[in-house]
T-cell receptor
Framework: AQKITQTQPGMFVQEKEAVTLDCTYD???????LFWYKQPSSGEMIFLIYQGSYDQQNATEGRYSLNFQKARKSANLVISASQLGDSAMYFCAMREWETSGSRLTFGEGTQLTVNP | DVKVTQSSRYLVKRTGEKVFLECVQD?????MFWYRQDPGLGLRLIYF???????EKGDIPEGYSVSREKKERFSLILESASTNQTSMYLC??????????????FGAGSRLTVL
């Protein structure tokens, strides 16, 4: 079974609007972490935000927030006030501490385009 | 800032050639990883290492080997390159424990084309 699923190959948003990128995951490990990375056209992966499975509150980093719904096994990324520079590929990833230690498993990615 | 440097940004090789992809990190990270990125498939783990001379297979190790003789350097080797190994290869590193273990730092990637 796919461990990380991103069902939106491509998303479009108008500048200054908010956008939600979906991510669902599958694990039986009680201790896990969820990550979002951004990959601009230059190719380098940029870490955006992290949510631990035991964290009580949703993670936030500036304009990025992670909508963590543990029972639904979803970890959607919300980008508020989109900017042209947000156009990039976005990857959701998971680390299962007991099952696979330091390894990260990535989803297929979502290509976000911000229109002016 | 943590820096992960991949030696070659673009490579073109012929089928059957031996290919070395080098990765160096300068922040004393224990963990190092090699991922392969293909459109629609995301990133897939080839090999990783948590210490010098230690290596573990990832999800797609077939056709690849790795070498970690020094803590800062992790090499990916294609013993006999094939066209289906044409891809973007990403190296990453992280701490083994502590809050820093939660974040992988990536290099800029090496785009390999096998003809």
């Amino acid at each position: 079974a796919q461990k990380i699923t991103q069902t939106q190959p491509g998303m479009f948003v108008q500048e200054k609007e908010a956008v939600t990128l979906d991510c669902t995951y599958d694990t039986s490990d009680p201790s896990y972490g969820l990550f979002w990375y951004k990959q601009p056209s230059s190719g380098e992966m940029i870490f955006l935000i992290y949510q631990g499975s035991y964290d009580q509150q949703n993670a936030t980093e500036g304009r990025y927030s992670l909508n963590f719904q543990k029972a639904r096994k979803s970890a959607n990324l919300v980008i508020s006030a989109s900017q042209l520079g947000d156009s990039a590929m976005y990857f959701c990833a998971m680390r299962e501490w007991e099952t696979s230690g330091s390894r990260l498993t990535f989803g297929e990615g979502t290509q976000l385009t911000v229109n002016p | 800032d943590v820096k992960v440097t991949q030696s070659s940004r673009y490579l073109v090789k012929r089928t059957g050639e031996k290919v070395f992809l080098e990765c160096v990190q300068d922040m004393d990270h224990e963990n190092m990883f090699w991922y392969r990125q293909d459109p629609g498939l995301g990133l897939r783990l080839i090999y990783f290492s948590y210490d010098v001379k230690m290596k573990e297979k990832g999800d797609i190790p077939e056709g690849y080997s790795v070498s970690r003789e020094k803590k800062e350097r992790f090499s990916l080797i294609l013993e006999s390159a094939s066209t289906n190994q044409t891809s973007m290869y990403l190296c990453a590193s992280s701490l083994l424990s502590g809050s820093g273990a939660n974040v992988l730092t990536f290099g800029a990637g090496s785009r390999l084309t096998v003809l």
